[in-house]
Protein backbone atom coordinates (compact mmCIF):
# COMPACT_ATOMS: atom_id res chain seq x y z
CA UNK A 1 0.00 0.00 0.00
CA UNK A 2 3.20 2.41 -0.14
CA UNK A 3 3.72 4.02 -3.92
CA UNK A 4 7.00 5.45 -4.30
CA UNK A 5 7.59 7.72 -7.03
CA UNK A 6 11.66 8.53 -8.44
CA UNK A 7 12.23 12.00 -10.11
CA UNK A 8 15.18 13.80 -11.04
CA UNK A 9 17.33 11.88 -13.33
CA UNK A 10 18.52 13.08 -16.51
CA UNK A 11 21.88 13.12 -18.10
CA UNK A 12 24.84 14.13 -16.29
CA UNK A 13 28.55 14.97 -17.30
CA UNK A 14 31.12 12.80 -16.13
CA UNK A 15 31.99 14.68 -12.60
CA UNK A 16 28.85 16.17 -12.30
CA UNK A 17 25.65 16.24 -10.12
CA UNK A 18 22.43 15.33 -10.01
CA UNK A 19 19.70 14.84 -7.08
CA UNK A 20 17.24 12.17 -7.07
CA UNK A 21 13.47 12.58 -5.16
CA UNK A 22 11.65 9.37 -3.42
CA UNK A 23 8.29 10.47 -2.97
CA UNK A 24 6.06 8.54 -1.01
CA UNK A 25 2.17 8.13 -1.36
CA UNK A 26 2.06 7.92 2.61
CA UNK A 27 3.88 8.74 5.77
CA UNK A 28 7.25 7.36 5.77
CA UNK A 29 7.52 8.17 9.77
CA UNK A 30 6.66 4.52 10.44
CA UNK A 31 9.28 2.77 7.69
CA UNK A 32 12.16 1.94 9.57
CA UNK A 33 14.62 1.75 6.27
CA UNK A 34 14.52 2.87 2.81
CA UNK A 35 16.94 3.08 0.96
CA UNK A 36 18.50 3.69 -3.28
CA UNK A 37 19.07 0.78 -5.52
CA UNK A 38 20.62 0.80 -9.20
CA UNK A 39 20.33 -1.44 -12.21
CA UNK A 40 22.63 -0.94 -15.37
CA UNK A 41 22.13 -2.97 -18.67
CA UNK A 42 23.07 -6.75 -17.91
CA UNK A 43 23.52 -6.36 -14.17
CA UNK A 44 21.14 -7.15 -11.19
CA UNK A 45 19.47 -4.78 -9.05
CA UNK A 46 22.52 -3.48 -6.18
CA UNK A 47 21.87 -1.35 -2.93
CA UNK A 48 23.17 1.96 -3.46
CA UNK A 49 22.42 3.56 0.06
CA UNK A 50 19.79 3.26 2.82
CA UNK A 51 18.48 5.79 5.47
CA UNK A 52 17.26 5.00 8.66
CA UNK A 53 14.25 6.27 10.80
CA UNK A 54 16.81 8.11 13.18
CA UNK A 55 19.16 8.91 10.17
CA UNK A 56 21.67 6.54 10.35
CA UNK A 57 23.04 6.04 6.40
CA UNK A 58 24.92 2.90 4.76
CA UNK A 59 26.74 3.13 1.39
CA UNK A 60 27.96 0.77 -1.23
CA UNK A 61 31.92 1.25 -0.85
CA UNK A 62 31.95 2.47 -4.76
CA UNK A 63 29.67 5.64 -3.91
CA UNK A 64 31.18 6.78 -0.57
CA UNK A 65 31.99 10.31 -0.23
CA UNK A 66 30.29 11.30 -3.35
CA UNK A 67 26.76 10.18 -2.66
CA UNK A 68 24.56 11.12 0.25
CA UNK A 69 21.16 9.46 0.89
CA UNK A 70 18.54 11.54 3.27
CA UNK A 71 14.82 11.63 4.06
CA UNK A 72 12.56 14.25 5.10
CA UNK A 73 9.97 12.26 7.19
CA UNK A 74 7.40 15.37 7.20
CA UNK A 75 7.80 15.75 3.15
CA UNK A 76 7.43 12.03 3.04
CA UNK A 77 10.37 12.04 0.76
CA UNK A 78 14.05 10.13 0.64
CA UNK A 79 16.99 12.04 -1.56
CA UNK A 80 19.88 10.89 -2.80
CA UNK A 81 22.61 13.50 -4.04
CA UNK A 82 24.92 11.77 -6.51
CA UNK A 83 28.31 14.23 -6.84
CA UNK A 84 31.00 13.32 -8.84
CA UNK A 85 29.50 11.03 -11.09
CA UNK A 86 31.29 8.91 -13.02
CA UNK A 87 30.23 6.60 -16.55
CA UNK A 88 29.69 3.39 -14.16
CA UNK A 89 27.36 5.23 -11.84
CA UNK A 90 24.99 4.80 -14.97
CA UNK A 91 21.76 3.28 -14.33
CA UNK A 92 17.80 2.89 -13.81
CA UNK A 93 17.63 4.42 -9.99
CA UNK A 94 15.24 2.36 -7.70
CA UNK A 95 13.46 3.68 -4.43
CA UNK A 96 12.84 0.92 -2.29
CA UNK A 97 10.93 0.70 1.23
CA UNK A 98 10.80 -2.12 3.50
CA UNK A 99 7.09 -1.93 4.88
CA UNK A 100 5.46 -4.44 7.21
CA UNK A 101 7.53 -6.74 6.17
CA UNK A 102 7.48 -6.12 2.38
CA UNK A 103 9.61 -4.54 -0.42
CA UNK A 104 8.13 -1.49 -2.23
CA UNK A 105 9.72 -0.04 -5.66
CA UNK A 106 9.16 2.89 -7.46
CA UNK A 107 9.50 2.82 -11.33
CA UNK A 108 12.63 4.26 -11.14
CA UNK A 109 14.56 6.98 -12.62
CA UNK A 110 17.16 7.01 -15.44
CA UNK A 111 20.40 8.07 -15.02
CA UNK A 112 22.87 8.73 -17.73
CA UNK A 113 26.85 9.63 -17.52
CA UNK A 114 28.35 11.04 -20.33
CA UNK A 115 32.25 10.72 -20.67
Known amino acids: QVQLVESGGGLAQDGGSLRLSCAAS????????MGWYRQAPGKQRDLVAT???????KYVDSVKGRFTISRDNAKNTVYLQMNSLKPEDAAVYYC?????????WGKGTLVTVSS
Open 51 to 57: VTRSGST
Open 96 to 104: NAEYLGSPY
Open 26 to 33: ATIFSINT
